[in-house]
């Protein structure tokens, strides 16, 4: 197991030493796996679980500690080492004990993404859960302030910024559908959410010191990543690179056709690829290649440069042979909220196979597949 960590809080003043314990957290002394530690006739685990305030994931590389802009209070985030749990904690300075301000509870994982938090210049703490199974932003405004939730819906925010003046977040979202992603706006105290950006596939930006101006990272099926400059109030976005080179751009490449696949077993819709010849010709059964992105938690069904894009074009090559493709975003992949993300828990790999059947169904139904010659690879 990782090594369980202990936090601890100095006085620069005197250089008194006192332990911040993390007792109090609720839930910490629950063991969640109890009742299959109970059917291996093992004990529960007595006491609090062990912890970790060591973010893996955490953006900013380091401690998951964060202090607000007049260094009157600090944040912590807390995870059980057993990833069922965790905690966002404030500090109580004159008792040296943690407060407990959220808890996010999984019985699968807490997700290693979504976890940013932060202060506001006036003290609100605002972060990320994915508690109504999408990770959405949340704000506690005041020392003690239940939480509120600033963005709602079956989509998800990533990287929130706040603007320099603590009035309105900027975020990544992919709300037209899971594989577009657009940067987004809201009001710190809610409301409509307004998106910055029409560029499909943006992976990253960065906010200017006006906050007037984006400096976006974004791609496309076929498009590198690129960088281009975005006017928060409105208007086109300015190109600044184009690394294709005129070879790359001179080829006529297939596009995907986002496919929605209806799962026979429950799980809803499954997002893919299809990759195939323009005009189906009439009467002929397509050999099939199904495609398997790795990672697991991974996305590799969207509007962004593929994470395979060597795969995308061996596809290219593979329809010019006389085949249809198809790739999933199977269950357990990025960019479905948290019930997709969790739904191969303690049954790895038979979710993801039922969902590759039902795509091989799809494509025999919708688009002359072969299910007789049909390959999968990835």
């Excluded at 299959?36 to 685990?45: E, G, I, N, Q």
């Excluded at 986002?258 to 077993?265: L, M």
């Excluded at 990025?334 to 969902?355: A, Q, V």
């Amino acid at each position: 197991d990782p090594v369980p960590q202990r936090l601890w809080l100095v006085n620069i003043g005197d250089a008194s030493v006192r332990e911040l314990k993390f007792d109090a957290l609720p839930g910490i002394k629950v063991d969640p796996m109890a009742a299959f530690r109970k059917a291996a006739k093992k004990p529960a685990l007595e006491g609090a679980r062990p912890v970790q305030v060591l973010l893996s994931g955490d953006n900013s590389g380091g401690p998951a500690i964060r202090w607000s802009p007049d260094g009157r209070q600090a944040a912590v985030m807390v995870r059980a080492i057993d990833n069922k749990d965790r905690w966002i904690a404030g500090v109580d300075f004159t008792n040296a004990q943690l407060q407990s301000r959220h808890r996010l509870t999984d019985p699968a994982w807490i997700n290693w993404t979504f976890n940013d938090f932060g202060f506001a210049p006036d003290g609100a703490l605002w972060f990320l859960s994915e508690e109504s199974g999408w990770s959405h932003l949340y704000m506690a405004d005041g020392a003690g302030g239940a939480p509120r939730a600033l963005t709602s819906g079956q989509w998800e925010v990533s990287q929130p910024v706040l603007s320099s003046d603590g009035r309105r977040f900027l975020f990544l979202c992919n709300r037209a559908w899971p594989g577009d992603y657009e940067v987004c706006e809201v009001d710190r105290n809610g409301g409509t959410v307004r998106e910055v950006t029409a560029l499909d596939g943006v992976e990253d930006f960065v906010v200017s010191p006006d906050d007037a101006r984006l400096l976006v990272r974004h791609s496309g099926s076929y498009l590198p990543p690129q960088v281009a400059v975005v006017d928060i109030r409105g208007g086109k976005s300015t190109e600044l690179t184009d690394t294709r080179t005129p070879a790359y751009k001179a080829r006529t490449w297939i596009q995907p056709e986002y496919v929605q696949v209806p799962s026979k077993h429950g799980a809803g819709t499954i997002w893919g690829k299809y990759y195939g010849p323009k005009q189906l010709q009439p009467g002929k059964h397509y050999p099939i290649v199904m495609f398997v992105h790795g990672a697991g938690y991974l996305q590799n069904v969207s509007e962004r440069y593929p994470n395979y894009f060597r795969e995308q074009m061996f596809h290219n090559l593979l329809v010019e042979r006389g085949y249809i493709v198809m790739e999933l975003d199977y269950r357990a992949s990025e960019g479905y909220g948290r019930k997709w993300r969790t739904d191969i828990y303690r049954r790895m790999g038979t979710p993801e196979l039922e969902d590759y059947l039902d795509g091989l169904d799809w494509l025999v139904d919708n688009k002359q597949g072969d299910r007789e010659r049909a390959g999968i690879y990835g």
